[in-house]
């Protein structure tokens, strides 16, 4: 198992009319743990486009236990229970406020895509290495060298890279 964790400071515009973080920006915060995650690793999410491969979100949920406020220091704690599957990760997510209690749980299932089709790709070498030590060689479905141009039959073309 993998786990990051990464500091996130309330800001006033973050917050809606009752002082709350507002709902949607929950999805920032995932998205800064999993950008930061990745760069604790040594991968970089630029290098990953430029390489032609893109990580968009096919599932995202959030469950909202307790309210996050302006100026609050959240702890956003990022974790990887189990390797990647094919084309698809799962991350998982907990909010904690400075004094420890949780406040929220959430989950984003992103998947490898080619930029240029929009079609899933196996995960890429590179990050397959990095995750390695955190997990069993024998719990990765797919070789550490997966096979150019496969693909898992099962997993959708997001819309978001559609051609």
Do not use: C, W
Request: no cysteine; proline share 9%.
């Amino acid at each position: 198992m993998y786990t990051s964790d990464i500091q996130i400071r309330v800001r006033y515009a973050e917050t809606d009319q009752m002082g709350y973080v507002y709902h949607g920006n929950y999805a920032a915060y995932f998205e800064v743990a999993r950008t930061e995650a990745f760069r604790k690793l040594g991968i970089s999410y630029k290098e990953l486009e430029a390489d032609g491969v893109g990580m968009p979100v096919g599932e995202i949920r959030t469950r909202f236990r307790r309210p996050a406020r302006y100026d609050d220091l959240l702890t956003v704690r990022l974790l990887l229970r189990q390797p990647p599957e094919g084309a698809r990760v799962l991350f998982e997510y907990e909010i904690y406020n400075e004094t420890g209690d949780l406040l929220t749980e959430g989950h984003t299932l992103m998947v490898f895509v080619a930029t240029t089709t929009g079609r899933p790709v196996p995960m890429p070498v590179n990050i397959q290495e990095r995750l390695l030590p955190y997990f069993g060689e024998d719990e990765f479905d797919s070789p550490v060298l997966p096979t150019p141009g496969a693909v898992p039959p099962d997993a959708p073309a997001p819309a978001a890279f559609g051609k």
